[in-house]
């Protein structure tokens, strides 16, 4: 599209992952603690921030927004921040104590350098709602850009076959799947106890959960399977890779996310790359974008809501499922493919005043987290 980018970031210039890194990386740690204080950082920024249009902070909470914002004071670069979800409301009854901590941060700080951000970037409208509601006092320039994900990449077909030839007895189910850590914010609770109501709807039925078990939840949920008489209904995989990761959702007949929080929810983009409908709480922060495509359904985070939502697609008709499906594809490629985000996010920019005129521009983003985790 005619820009480049440049990233500055708190890793060590020998880390591992920044070889085949695919932009320009200043690396300037490793940083102090995690917090990730850097007066090199700064001084950076200070000293090159005439060479770029934008530039982009990533993150709220560690030193390289604080920096930026002191480095760019007096200067003509405007700065934008990426809140990553990280002024979710729900964190409050989640994490108080951090939450306290994080808001005397925020009066010193954190509030002064999204107020003094020419936008700050969310990746829906919800998120931007909540994020009102996280800390006191909250004023800041919005703004919503979206966030996309890569186009269906390998054969499908081949895919497909490597999840059956991994999972040989899952061939011929109507698999309803959940993709996503095992964590009780997830709702995969919800998901089982729906799913024991309403599997009498057809034999073949199958509860699909993905992902791995940070917390320790599984054994705990399989006991509540066996306890509801579906040890041959459920399977848990753990976490899955690769092709066979992307075989799960050419073989799925939907995704369910009964999530009671969720910043935007990638795993529901990528099941409808691969056409999938998508059945979602109202906890999803892209519920409204997912309802307008038609290629899902919405309810509440509670078990009645994970009831209408599975009851709903179970008495849909083939043909009305198969037109979800097309719904669920043709939504991701217009509101969540890579392409549809960027070019959003550069409309953005330019409507912000930060790209005016003819020639390419360019951006430098500060990372605060390590590049691995991109």
Known sequence: MGHSVEVVCLDAPDAPWLRDFPAQVHPLGPAKGKYGFSGRFMAWVRRHAAEYRAVIVDGIWQFPSLGTWLALRKSKTPYFVVSHGMLDPSFKSRYPLKHLKKQVYWLFAAYWILRRARAVFYTSQQEKVLARKSFWPYRAKEAVVGLGCEEPLGDMYHQRQLFFNTFPKLRDKRLILFVGRLHPHKGCDLLIEAFAQLAHYDPRLHLLLVGPDESGWQKKLQRRVVELGLRDRVTFTGMLMGDVKWGTFSAA??????????????????????????????????????????????ASDDLSGALSLLDKWLRLTPHERQSMKSEAQKGFSERFSLHAALEEFISVLHTLSVAKGSGSSRICSDFSDSLKHR
């Open 253 to 298: 007949e939907v995704l369910m996310l009964p999530s009671h929080s969720e910043s935007f929810g990638l795993v529901v983009a990528e099941a409808m790359a691969y056409g999938v409908p998508v059945l979602i709480s109202d906890k999803v922060n892209i519920w409204r974008e997912v309802e307008s495509t038609g290629g899902g359904f919405v």
